[in-house]
Each structure stands twice: as C-alpha cells, then as structure tokens.
C-alpha cells in the first residue's frame, strides 16, 4: 500500500493451492489427487481531487481451477481406457474414479469505478461495474464406459454385462463466458437532521454462457408449436 495527500494505491494477491487424494477408484492404483487451486489480485487505486469529490478505481482477477484427473497407465484389454466394473455377486467394483475425469476452469476479469460527490445535504455516488468471464468445463458421464454383471462367471466368461453396460461418446467442453456491464447512481439526501431519504437507479446487462448461445445450431431441428431451439 502506497498512498499520498491526494492518492492511495493498495494492491492484494492471493494464492490457494489444495490438493486431496482422491480414493473413490479401487484399487489403490487408481487413487489420485484432485487438485483445486484458486488465485485473486486486485490493484486499487483511490484519488481525491477535493475534500467532496473522490473516486475509487479497481482491477481485479480471479482465476478457479478444478481437476480430477484418471491416474496411472493401466489398460485393460479391448478397450482404449479403463473403464469402471461391478460384479454384484461378490459385492466389488473397480476401476478409476466413476467421476473421473473431468474438469472446471473460470478465469474472471473485472473492473469498478466508483465516484462520490457530497454537494449540500446530498452524497451522490455514480459507479460502473464490468467482468468479463471465460468458463470452459467438462464432464462426460461414463466416458470409460461402466459395465456392470449380476454373476461372476458372466464376466469370466465374456458375456455381455446384464446389470448395465454403457459408456458416453465424444469430449464436450462446455463454455460458461458471460459478460456483466453495470451502472448505477445513487443519491442520499438529508432532507432534515432525522428524515433522509435515498434515491437510487442501476440498470445491468449480462449476456447468455457462450455455449448456450450455440442453441440456434439446432434451429433444423424445430418442430413448430412443440420445440423450438433460438
């Protein structure tokens, strides 16, 4: 933090790293970490050009990002990735993290400007707030396939799973990027020393996820007065 009579400039980062075994797969080769880490910095800068007019200016950037990965390089036979078995009769299931893998990634930019005014008996504050955020996720369910036997033997002897036998296609990444522009104005005005009253306007705009937005892409698909994709 560094300040003068008529500035003041503070700044802030943060640094959160977790990392947690994770033991959902079985056996123990296939545990592994999730890891979480998480950062913010900020730079503020506060002015004053007079004892009744000042403004406060800010920069921020948070960032989230959250992964659980498929450990280790066993393969099974036939298949490109190991998938998840259950045989029901022994009460056993292995294979890596059901869950795994996926991941959740936000990247978040912002800026604030905020400039208060007292003129008589009104304090009067005018502002805008804007980020910007860039969201990229993905999370295909069985997408190593999970296969599952009532007996044993079936298993042993390759037969079809009976229990289930499904596995999700394809690696779709999903984009949450919105876009957040505010404005706003405020006015507290002391009418007398125990009556204030506080007027105030914000109007906000913030767009639909990116990957929402891709909806009209399936515009042939429509069936009027039933679906409609836009």
């Not at 056993?92 to 400039?115: K, R």
């Amino acid at each position: 933090c560094s300040s003068d009579r008529r500035d003041s400039l503070r700044a802030r980062y943060v640094f959160n790293r977790i990392g947690q075994v994770d033991h959902q797969g079985f056996p123990a080769q296939f545990f592994g970490v999730r890891e979480t880490n998480l950062y913010l910095a900020t730079v503020s800068e506060y002015h004053t050009f007079t004892p009744s007019l000042t403004n406060e200016f800010r920069l921020g950037f948070n960032r989230f990002n959250d992964s659980i990965p498929v450990p280790g390089s066993e393969q099974f036979p036939g298949l490109d990735q190991f998938p998840n078995i259950s045989l029901y009769e022994l009460g056993l299931s292995f294979g890596p993290d059901p869950s795994a893998p996926q991941f959740s990634v936000q990247n978040t930019y912002q800026i604030t400007d905020n400039l208060s005014w007292t003129r008589g008996q009104h304090s009067l504050k005018f502002g805008f707030d804007g980020w910007k955020s860039i969201s990229p996720s993905s999370f295909t369910q069985r997408s190593r396939g999970d296969y599952e036997w009532v007996y044993l033997t079936d298993y042993l002897h390759d037969i079809s799973p009976d229990a289930a036998a499904e596995r999700g296609l394809g690696n779709v990444v999903y984009y949450g990027d919105q876009v957040l522009l505010s404005f706003f104005a405020n006015d507290t005005w002391k009418i007398r020393p125990n009556l204030t009253l506080n007027l105030g306007l914000r109007y906000e705009y913030q767009t639909v996820p990116y990957s929402e937005r891709l909806q009209t892409v399936n515009a042939a698909a429509s069936v009027p007065g039933l679906i409609s994709f836009t």
